[in-house]
């Protein structure tokens, strides 16, 4: 019994980290879209990004503008995330490690294609890093909350 609340505490921080980095990377994404853009732009369209800005000030701004919506999107999975791990999680409720799985795959595997398509390398690397860290998190407590009727 002790055994079992203690990997669900040690998958609670782990995965509390890897909610804090992304909602990091969700807020760089909203508060300077251009972080992310000056790197992956190139990849999908093998013009620079200064360059792009120049030529099309109008059409960069709605690229930039798309930045931020994904990152809002992303920051309220974030949020919803947050809840999950620090409410039901953390009893160890079995749905909340099945939403806490989809979800964060989805994520994380959406970005981490993103990136391969762009041929960004720091961004293929944060969404991996990201993505083991969520899946070292998610499998320590798997038996505990999976094998078991309820956690007292």
């Not at 019994?1 to 990997?7: I, P, Q």
């Not at 809002?72 to 749905?95: I, M, N, Q, R």
Request: with cysteine.
């Amino acid at each position: 019994m002790m055994e079992e609340k203690k990997s669900i505490k040690i998958a609670t921080i782990i995965l509390f980290i890897v909610l804090a980095y992304a909602a990091v990377y969700s807020l760089i994404s909203i508060i300077i879209p251009d972080v992310f853009a000056v790197r992956i732009f190139p990849g999908y369209t093998g013009q620079s990004w200064s360059d792009f800005v120049a030529s099309s000030p109008k059409l960069a701004n709605h690229h930039r503008a798309t930045a931020r919506l994904a990152g809002g999107f992303a920051l309220s999975t974030v949020v919803a995330g947050f809840f999950v791990l620090l409410t039901s999680f953390k009893k160890g409720e079995k749905w909340s490690w099945f939403c806490l799985l989809f979800v964060s795959l989805i994520a994380w595997v959406n970005s981490l294609i993103f990136g391969i398509f762009g041929k960004d390398p720091i961004s293929i690397t944060m969404d991996l890093v990201g993505l083991i860290l969520f899946i070292i998190g998610i499998v320590i407590p798997a038996k505990t909350i999976l094998g078991k009727k309820k956690i007292e």
